[in-house]
């Protein structure tokens, strides 16, 4: 059961504990499967979403077809609430990375609820400053690290969301592609690629599919400085 994990998102941080659960008992639960897209960039959007289980990415696509991932987010973790607070259709595109539960609040019962529960305003406000705080250095990286820097930070940023201490090291079952891997490093597969190997060689890492094991934790966080 993830109730907890859900219960655990900023929108439901009052102490209420009996309304909490029925805002929670009031949310749609939708499963979707590896690859399923709940919305796209572009569209009119009215509705949130809080994950329980699994794993949504948030991909942009430009003109001339290629990807980029701003994100991928796990259990407890929000998504859908910008056109509510900037209305305008939704910036990226929800996908399903891997078999996924999420609870889906309409934008008009947030407002109520925020407007019952003003306290819950301040976590979401954190919860943004947090994502905005990230994407700035996402930014800042872009410009100023090289890609094996960037595939290092991509490594540890994955492991604080989905890493799993085993007694070899820290293992992320990601769920992603080398090319899904590439999108939200923001360089080729080819490239990203050479990066992994590299650390596979220097024993930092070793690959599993769609999983890694962080072997040397220290070495990488000074590769991502
Ligand atoms: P919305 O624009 O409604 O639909 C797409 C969602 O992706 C958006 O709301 C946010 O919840 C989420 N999103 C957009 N940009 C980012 C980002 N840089 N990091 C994490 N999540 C994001």
Same mark, same amino acid.
């Given at each position: $059961?993830?109730?907890?994990?859900?219960?655990?998102?900023?929108?439901?941080?009052? $102490?209420?504990?009996?309304?909490?659960?029925?805002?929670?008992?009031? $949310?749609?639960?939708?499963? #979707?499967?590896?690859?399923?897209?709940?919305?796209?960039?572009?569209?009119?959007?009215?509705?949130?979403?809080?994950?329980?289980?699994?794993?949504?990415?948030?991909?942009?696509?430009?003109?001339?077809?290629?990807?980029?991932?701003?994100?991928?987010?796990?259990?407890?973790? $929000?998504?859908?609430?910008?056109? #509510?607070?900037?209305?305008?259709?939704?910036?990226?595109?929800?996908?399903?990375?891997?078999?996924?539960?999420?609870?889906?609040?309409?934008?008009?019962? #947030?407002?109520?609820?925020?407007?019952?529960?003003?306290?819950?305003?301040?976590?979401?406000?954190?919860?943004?400053?947090?994502?905005?705080?990230?994407?700035?250095?996402? #930014?800042?990286?872009?410009?100023?690290?090289?890609?094996?820097?960037?595939?290092?930070?991509?490594?540890?940023?994955?492991?604080?969301?989905?890493?799993?201490?085993?007694?070899?090291?820290?293992?992320?079952?990601?769920?992603?592609?080398?090319?899904?891997?590439?999108?939200?490093?923001?360089?080729?597969?080819?490239?990203?690629?050479?990066?992994?190997?590299?650390?596979?060689?220097?024993?930092?890492?070793?690959?599993?599919?769609?999983?890694?094991?962080?072997?040397?934790?220290?070495?990488?966080?000074?590769?991502?400085?």
């Amino acid at each position: $059961m993830d109730d907890d994990v859900v219960l655990s998102a900023p929108l439901f941080a009052t $102490m209420e504990r009996e309304e909490t659960r029925r805002l929670f008992e009031s $949310m749609t639960e939708i499963d #979707l499967s590896r690859g399923e897209v709940l919305f796209r960039e572009g569209e009119p959007g009215d509705r949130l979403y809080v994950i329980g289980s699994g794993k949504i990415k948030l991909g942009r696509r430009s003109t001339d077809g290629r990807e980029n991932l701003l994100s991928i987010l796990g259990p407890g973790e $929000m998504f859908g609430e910008l056109s #509510l607070f900037d209305p305008g259709p939704r910036t990226a595109t929800a996908s399903a990375v891997s078999e996924a539960t999420v609870h889906e609040l309409a934008h008009q019962s #947030l407002v109520s609820w925020i407007e019952a529960h003003p306290g819950v305003a301040t976590h979401l406000l954190h919860a943004l400053a947090r994502r905005l705080r990230r994407t700035n250095e996402t #930014l800042a990286d872009l410009v100023f690290s090289d890609v094996p820097g960037r595939v290092a930070k991509a490594l540890l940023d994955l492991s604080n969301r989905f890493g799993e201490q085993t007694d070899e090291g820290l293992r992320v079952a990601h769920d992603l592609t080398q090319e899904e891997l590439a999108q939200l490093v923001g360089a080729s597969r080819e490239t990203v690629n050479k990066a992994l190997a590299d650390f596979a060689a220097r024993n930092w890492v070793r690959r599993e599919g769609r999983a890694i094991v962080l072997l040397d934790v220290d070495r990488l966080e000074r590769r991502a400085r």
